[in-house]
T-cell receptor
């Protein structure tokens, strides 16, 4: 099925460890996004990529880095995980303004 | 600056009852507005969207929403709620001023449905 695929679905890290969250879409969308979702906070934009080769900071970029590897893939890296980064992370993609976003099913990350 | 407010954090309704979820937005021009639903453990699914034209828009799963410019509102409604509608609902506004088309989300409304 076409859509946005995120891996892994669950992850537990120790403080200070690093990891990369993977995201791939097969809809040929230009724009991709990383959000984090915390209880009572809604979705907050971490980073986004308007097109292959470009990335920009969103509302809460500190502690994260991203790579737009190609048009399909947009990864999110935590270089030194902190408990404050415990969250559910969603990747999304979009083509134009008119269709909204297509979301992945999320990665639930716990940092202990 | 653009923003979305969902005044109700949690709503409980009985199955078969009607539902209205509130959404107020702040945006300088004509907004593009969206409602998404998130079932437990899932990603967000688009319910409906408003761009222009008829202010009452129909979506999937029997939902509708009405755009009221004078009240800066885009409330979501359903005439008869089903137990499977229990989920979290997010309203969002598109920032058309940016080339990216970035969405700003409200904090969500959690819907509980009593049998």
């Amino acid at each position: 099925n076409a859509g946005v695929t995120q891996t892994p679905k669950f992850q537990v890290l120790k403080t200070g460890q690093s990891m990369t969250l993977q995201c791939a879409q097969d809809m040929n969308h230009n724009s991709m996004y990383w959000y984090r979702q915390d209880p009572g906070m809604g979705l907050r934009l971490i980073y986004y990529s308007a097109s292959e080769g470009t990335t920009d900071k969103g509302e809460v970029p500190n502690g994260y880095n991203v790579s737009r590897l190609n048009k399909r893939e947009f990864s999110l890296r935590l270089e030194s995980a902190a408990p404050s980064q415990t969250s559910v992370y969603f990747c999304a993609s979009s083509e134009t303004d008119y269709y909204g976003y297509t979301f992945g099913s999320g990665t639930r990350l716990t940092v202990v | 600056a653009q923003s979305v407010t969902q005044p109700d954090i949690h709503i409980t309704v009985s199955e078969g009852a009607s539902l209205e979820l509130r959404c107020n937005y702040s945006y300088g021009a004509t907004p593009y507005l969206f409602w998404y639903v998130q079932s437990p453990g899932q990603g967000l699914q688009l319910l409906l969207k408003y761009f222009s034209g008829d202010t009452l828009v129909q979506g999937i799963k029997g939902f509708e929403a009405e755009f009221k410019r004078s009240q800066s509102s885009f409330n979501l409604r359903k005439p008869s709620v089903h137990w499977s509608d229990a989920a979290e609902y997010f309203c969002a506004v598109l920032d058309r001023g940016s080339t990216l088309g970035r969405l700003y989300f409200g904090r969500g409304t959690q819907l509980t449905v009593w049998p």
